[in-house]
């Protein structure tokens, strides 16, 4: 994995790229979130407090943010990175629109998730455009 990471330090980025070491403090945030709020969603719906059908975008969610390193890093494919990353966005914003009407709290602490995630994204994108 060091020699993916050399990759991506190699990579031309944008003068508003962060740091890389600030990834890790946030992201660690970011997974109690998701912890907690994701958490909360199936074991509602495995109590079957709320319908199962609210936490299928949850699923997809976690099943994309998961990929994105191993597609970004592993196969060191900048537009494969780029797809999963509008999946992991069009999935949390849809987790969020459906588990609103019965956990209003579960879609509002993810608000710094989806500020991030859309921030990833317009990164990611930015990347993979200036690296073509």
Known sequence: MNNSYSWYSHLIKPSWAPPSWLFGPVWSVLYIIIFASFGTVFYKVWNKQIPLIVALPFVLNLFFNSIFTYLQ????????????????LGTLVWAMIVVYPYLKWVALINIPYL???CFATVLQLTVTYLNR
């Open 73 to 88: 890093f592993g196969l060191k494919s900048n537009t494969l990175a780029a797809l999963d990353i509008l999946l992991v």
């Open 115 to 117: 500020l991030w995630v």
